[in-house]
């Protein structure tokens, strides 16, 4: 479905190398926050204790906050799930502080309220459980980058594999360094968008190469230049992207604008990754696939010559 032609090639390419500056810049951006600010790791991956209550009526969070706070929890990450009448609470690690009597502390605090809560679960997560889901994380993150590579690499051309991964770890690395900057936390649902928008980004990238592939080997195309080539794929595929992401980022922005604070920094990741995935697929990975020198003669296969047998 289509909802617009463009009749005339955009020249994309004509503007590769301002694009490819602004992204280098932008990635080196990215790498120097994260490098001098680091994440801001939630109690999944530092450890700590996640407490789960359950309110007759609907708390103010920004009092239970300043509750927490006068006690010494400054520390603090309150914040509704499922219902607005429940809370979930994450302390982080304090030393040898025990965990029981952190919960049961907190418990106490928060019953001198007018509303008494009831406490729903008590889970404690230890700073090995935590490494070990940071390493666990990465080990996906590396898993997933390699099937996409060999994936690419055996549907297309090396070339266009190693182009898409690269504008894809593009995507990744700057949406960590949106949360390094910013210090959002950067919890387990985050994780999880990070390794969807990877798998998402490509699937444009795919979707471009696929189209370049099909007008290097039509044959009314073959008076193209290597650059006319991608412009035309790229043209071609603009409807589309349109109609695809744009559908995708609706349903994103009501996950972001009414999904509460569970849903909060996992949407906004997602956000980030396909406004990023649509420039680095358009405007990284293509241009990266012409330094590397695709043309033509790599996706056109030659007829095999027969061997006639000699009398």
């Known amino acids: 479905m289509e909802f617009f032609r463009i009749k005339k090639d955009i020249p994309f390419m004509r503007h590769a190398l301002i694009f490819n500056v602004i992204s280098f810049v932008t990635f080196l951006l990215a790498v120097f926050f994260l490098a001098t600010r680091g994440l801001h790791f939630s109690v999944e ?86 490494k070990e889901l940071a390493s666990d994380g990465a080990l996906a993150l590396l898993l997933v980058v390699i099937g996409i590579v060999l994936y690419l690499a055996i549907r297309f051309e090396w070339r266009l594999a190693v182009s898409a991964i690269v504008a894809n770890l593009h995507d990744v690395v700057i949406i960590l360094g949106f949360f390094a900057f910013f210090q959002w936390e950067f919890s387990l649902p985050v994780l999880a968008a990070v390794l969807a928008v990877l798998g998402y980004s490509v699937n444009e990238s795919v979707v471009v190469f696929d189209r370049v592939r099909e007008t290097f080997r039509n044959s009314r195309k073959r008076g193209l230049s290597v650059s006319e080539v991608i412009d035309h794929a790229i043209t ?55 330094w590397l020198g695709v043309k033509r003669e790599q996706f056109i296969v030659q007829p095999k010559l027969k061997q006639e047998a000699v009398v």
């Open 45 to 130: 991956f530092t450890g700590g204790t996640v407490m789960e209550v359950n309110y007759a009526q609907p708390p103010h969070l920004d009092q239970l906050r300043e509750t927490l706070t006068k006690a010494g929890y400054a520390d603090a990450q309150v914040q509704n799930f499922n219902t607005a009448r429940d809370v979930m609470i994450r302390l982080p690690n304090r030393g040898n502080a025990d965990s029981k009597a952190v919960s049961a502390q907190v418990i106490q605090t928060l019953s001198q309220g007018a509303d008494k809560p009831e406490l729903r679960r008590v889970e404690f997560v230890g700073p090995q459980v935590g």
């Open 236 to 290: 071609s595929t603009i409807s589309r992207t349109i109609i695809t992401h744009g559908s995708t980022e609706m349903m994103i922005l009501s996950m972001l604008i009414f999904g509460g604070d569970t849903l909060h920094y996992f949407a906004l990741a997602i956000t980030i990754g396909i406004l990023f995935g649509i420039y680095s697929s358009v405007l990284v990975a293509a241009p990266l696939a012409r």
